[in-house]
């Protein structure tokens, strides 16, 4: 079939086979022009099939020749449907790294289930004996809990009162005022449980107890901060306070695992293009602001670039890695700084229609957008039966 992209509310229903496999490739190629990091040699990535998750796996596999697995919720193609980008990312990086001698093992399932987690305990023993390194980078709107069965949505809200501040369509560049009704508390404790801590403790749960989970292994999860200006919708909204529950997750997790000489962390990353973030009101703008300032200073990376600083400047330098008064490591440093938010402040109420694209990198965003799904590649022919 013909793929082209299929794009509603800023949401991209489907993925182009080839455009993903090339994203995977130019992941891979930007490690390979970094060097070696005597880092893991046997991975689990839970959620490694796009974004930070697939950069980890990446950077595990072709920057430190680890063996990975990665545990996705992915849709596989149809004879009358594309497969989900990440279906096609996670097959086209096992391709890649088994060609260059590593083991690869993607398992499509459902990453909150008791019996996934017996799977891949059972993958791991079988492939590696014990893993060395597990990443926790799980993206989901929608969590069933596996002991009650209850299914738990989160929101995007913020907490105690309405949210009004401008935004813009990244597909059109059409800006308008959003405004953001306050959560109830139940939606706020559902948010908690989707994107919380929960789950990843009980995925070190299961490991430990499945005996697969080697001595002095290390576990890192990813959350996000933010600017002032997003603040009361995010760090301060339901997301921050599930992102709180992760973080306090971590500081547990780290306790028990210095006991058999591993670590536990939560790197706060930057804040990039995601399928998710193009649905988050503000973001949009925010982003393409700082995209903008952020390139003009050399400091823009995206998630491969993130990654591997993560990996060869954080947590395997042969101490332990920087953290702040929070425990966490920050990757977020470069947004951060005081020169690039004092930009973005000094931006923002400046904005109209007619300087847009001036003072924002929407093409920037639009292009990572669409090749985040395979598409806007200049190099791919898009008219071509795949």
């Known amino acids: 079939m013909i793929v082209k992209p299929m794009i509603r509310n800023n949401i991209c229903m489907n993925a182009h086979p080839k455009g993903c496999e090339l994203n995977v490739k130019e992941q891979i190629d930007y490690v390979h022009q970094q060097g070696v990091i005597p880092g893991p040699k046997r991975v689990l990535v839970i959620g490694g099939s796009a974004g930070y998750g697939l950069a980890s796996r990446i950077v595990a596999a072709f920057g430190c020749g680890a063996g990975t697995i990665c545990v996705a919720f992915e849709r596989e193609p149809t004879a009358k449907r594309p497969g989900s980008a990440g279906w096609y990312a996670a097959t086209a990086f096992d391709a890649e790294a088994r060609a260059a001698g590593l083991v690869a093992e993607s398992l499509f399932a459902d990453a909150f289930a008791h019996e996934t987690k017996k799977q891949t305990a059972a993958k791991i023993r079988e492939l590696f004996g014990t893993v060395d390194l597990v990443i926790y980078s799980l993206a989901s709107g929608v969590r069933v809990d596996p002991d009650t069965g209850e299914q738990y949505r989160s929101v995007l809200k913020p907490l105690g009162q309405t949210y009004r501040n401008r935004t813009v369509d990244p597909m059109t560049g059409e800006l308008s005022d959003a405004e953001i009704t306050p959560a109830t508390e139940e939606e706020a404790a559902a948010t908690v449980k989707v994107m919380g801590g929960e789950d990843w403790e009980l995925w070190i749960n299961?490991?430990?107890?499945?005996?697969?989970?080697?001595?002095?292994?290390?576990?890192?999860?990813?959350?996000?901060?933010?600017?002032?200006?997003?603040?009361?919708?995010?760090?301060?909204?339901?997301?921050?306070?599930?992102?709180?529950?992760?973080?306090?997750?971590?500081?547990?997790?780290?306790?028990?695992?210095?006991?058999?000489?591993?670590?536990?962390?939560?790197?706060?990353?930057?804040?990039?293009?995601?399928?998710?973030?193009?649905?988050?009101?503000?973001?949009?703008?925010?982003?393409?602001?700082?995209?903008?300032?952020?390139?003009?200073?050399?400091?823009?990376?995206?998630?491969?670039?993130?990654?591997?600083?993560?990996?060869?400047?954080?947590?395997?330098?042969?101490?332990?890695?920087?953290?702040?008064?929070?425990?966490?490591?920050?990757?977020?440093?470069?947004?951060?700084?005081?020169?690039?938010?004092?930009?973005?402040?000094?931006?923002?109420?400046?904005?109209?229609?007619?300087?847009?694209?001036?003072?924002?990198?929407?093409?920037?965003?639009?292009?990572?957008?669409?090749?985040?799904?395979?598409?806007?590649?200049?190099q791919i022919d898009y008219e071509e039966d795949v």
């Not at 709180?244 to 962390?265: I, N, S, V, W, Y």
């Not at 101490?319 to 977020?332: H, N, S």
């Open 206 to 378: 299961a490991l430990e107890t499945e005996g697969v989970l080697a001595e002095g292994a290390m576990t890192v999860a990813y959350s996000y901060i933010g600017p002032e200006l997003t603040r009361p919708v995010y760090r301060e909204g339901t997301i921050g306070r599930a992102k709180d529950h992760l973080e306090a997750t971590a500081r547990t997790l780290d306790g028990r695992m210095k006991q058999h000489g591993g670590r536990a962390f939560v790197s706060v990353n930057k804040a990039l293009v995601t399928r998710a973030s193009a649905v988050i009101p503000v973001v949009p703008l925010y982003l393409g602001i700082l995209y903008r300032i952020m390139k003009e200073e050399g400091l823009h990376e995206g998630c491969i670039e993130q990654m591997y600083r993560l990996f060869a400047e954080r947590l395997y330098t042969g101490k332990d890695p920087e953290v702040d008064d929070q425990g966490r490591i920050r990757l977020d440093d470069w947004e951060m700084r005081e020169d690039v938010q004092a930009e973005v402040d000094r931006i923002w109420p400046t904005v109209t229609p007619d300087n847009l694209d001036q003072v924002a990198d929407l093409d920037g965003y639009r292009s990572d957008f669409l090749q985040l799904h395979g598409f806007g590649y200049p």
